[in-house]
Nanobody, 126 residues
Framework: QVQLVESGGGLVQAGGSLRLSCAASGRTFSSYTMGWFRQAPGKEREFVAAIKWSGDITYYADSVKGRFTISRDNAKNTVYLQMNSLKPEDTAVYYC???????????????????WGQGTQVTVSS
């Protein structure tokens, strides 16, 4: 079956960095847009970043632009989220997601994604 597994979360101080990984199995996602979302306690899940299958087009939420970088290694069927200059408001569970079918469109809407990982906790202390 298709499975997305996030890793790399943890507890860091404000200003620190973390690198999240999303390892996919059960299907090759080299022709799929991939995205990262997050959900903070008491809040709705929100878009963070997305990347085209070819890696040449990326899209970021304004709140993380300039601090986070999404990338992918299609040979490893893995997507990454490098998070720098972390702030307490970045504290959330971070989810990796993929649409149901291959696409050239870099989606930001949750409804466009079909496969979801279990999430990894990121906590940023002040």
């Amino acid at each position: 079956q298709v499975q997305l597994v996030e890793s790399g979360g943890g507890l860091v101080q404000a200003g620190g960095s973390l690198r999240l990984s999303c390892a996919a199995s059960g299907r090759t996602f080299s022709s799929y847009t991939m995205g990262w979302f997050r959900q903070a306690p008491g809040k709705e899940r929100e878009f963070v970043a997305a990347i085209k299958w070819s890696g040449d087009i990326t899209y970021y939420a304004d709140s993380v632009k300039g601090r986070f970088t999404i990338s992918r290694d299609n040979a490893k069927n893995t997507v990454y989220l490098q998070m720098n200059s972390l702030k307490p408001e970045d504290t959330a569970v971070y989810y990796c997601a993929a649409p149901q079918l291959p696409t050239n469109v870099v989606w930001s809407g949750q409804s466009k994604y079909h496969y979801w990982g279990q999430g990894t906790q990121v906590t940023v202390s002040s």
